[in-house]
């Protein structure tokens, strides 16, 4: 039942109510919340920006085991906060966002979307396939690892944990020679300058809805949805990233799974010659020996989701393995 708002106090301008803002603790989760509170704010709304522990951040500080095998570790604590009361949004990472939704909370806006392609930052400004064989390249997703191993180029990849700073760290004292992390997060943190190439999606498909934020809040606020939504949401990067996520859930991935996909909304012509809008989808998966399995789709942009799923079928006939419970991909 949708909550009775006719007492409630104006969602912008002076007698606004005060919205709250939950973000995790890290600095690429606050400048991420920071863009989600700055829009708000220039929209009239009054914001504040609450930062919330997590458990993923806490093992990822003490540099241990990530427990719950990874899936929404960075999401429960918002979550259950935003249950709570205690916030009233919560800015995600998309691809940490477990396919399953919760009763209660609503995905109000997809805002925008950052490049989604994987970049690589190496010693002395070289490429993937300048790196001498053996060279050393960090990475904790086994999705860049299949995908980076398949180009044959003989890389030993192993893996990093820590926050972008520390990441690269590693490949500035010479501990390793190149690290592979989301370009995203280094643009919204001023840091693509340092990168030294930005990973072709043929080669290196990023992880499903990388790039993308989610805006939660609860289901029955429907004033803040409704603002939310306005001011925030991009219909092209919420279909885009409906079929990425569509291929991870029907291919029942873990956050330990190789699973990569990359939708894009593209022009076309109709059979009459008009301008139409249309989906192009791609994705990859592995197999239980570990080869790649690739695959393509285009259709309509409404039938996003049954084209994730028809094509994540079409990778299972082609030899892909199925791993189990959905859930997100935070390293990937």
């Not at 085991?65 to 800015?91: K, N, Q, S, Y």
């Not at 053996?134 to 990849?157: F, H, K």
């Not at 520390?166 to 300058?193: C, H, N, S």
């Not at 949805?225 to 079929?243: F, K, S, W, Y």
Request: aromatic fraction near 0%; include cysteine.
């Amino acid at each position: 039942m949708t909550a009775d708002t006719t007492d409630a106090p104006p969602m912008t301008g002076t007698d606004a109510r005060t919205i709250r803002i939950g973000t995790r603790a890290s600095l690429l989760a606050r400048t991420q919340t920071d863009i989600i509170a700055s829009a708000l704010t220039d929209a009239g709304a009054t914001v504040e920006v609450v930062t919330i522990s997590t458990d993923g951040d806490r093992s990822q500080a003490a540099g241990t085991p990530i427990a719950m095998d990874g899936v929404g570790v960075f999401v429960t604590a918002l979550r259950d906060a935003l249950l709570a009361g205690e916030i009233d949004v919560a800015v995600h990472s998309y691809k940490d966002l477990p396919t399953a939704g919760v009763p209660g909370l609503t995905l109000a806006a997809v805002p925008a979307r950052e490049d989604p392609r994987d970049a690589l930052i190496a010693r002395d400004g070289m490429v993937l396939g300048e790196l001498p064989p053996g060279a050393v390249i960090g990475t904790g997703s086994p999705r860049r690892v299949a995908q980076i191993r398949a180009l044959g180029l003989g890389l030993e990849l192993v893996p990093i944990r820590g926050n972008v700073d520390t990441r690269i760290a590693k490949v500035t004292r010479g501990e390793i020679d190149g690290v592979v992390l989301a370009r995203a997060g280094l643009a919204r943190l001023g840091r693509v300058g340092e990168v030294t190439e930005v990973l072709d999606p043929l080669q290196v498909l990023p992880a499903p809805a990388q790039g993308a934020l989610a805006c939660e809040c609860r289901s029955e606020d429907a004033a803040l949805e409704h603002l939310l939504r306005t001011t925030l949401h991009d219909e092209g990067a919420a279909v885009a990233v409906a079929a990425e996520r569509a291929v991870l859930s029907a291919l029942g991935s873990p956050c330990s799974a190789p699973i990569g996909a990359l939708a894009e909304v593209v022009e076309d012509l109709d059979d009459d010659g008009h301008v139409v809008e249309r989906l192009s989808l791609r994705a990859v998966a592995t197999t239980a020996d570990g080869a790649l399995v690739r695959g393509s789709a285009t259709g309509e942009t409404e039938d996003a989701e049954q084209i994730g799923r028809a094509l994540a079928e079409e990778l299972l006939a082609d030899g892909a393995e199925p791993t189990g419970p959905s859930g997100p991909s935070h390293a990937s």
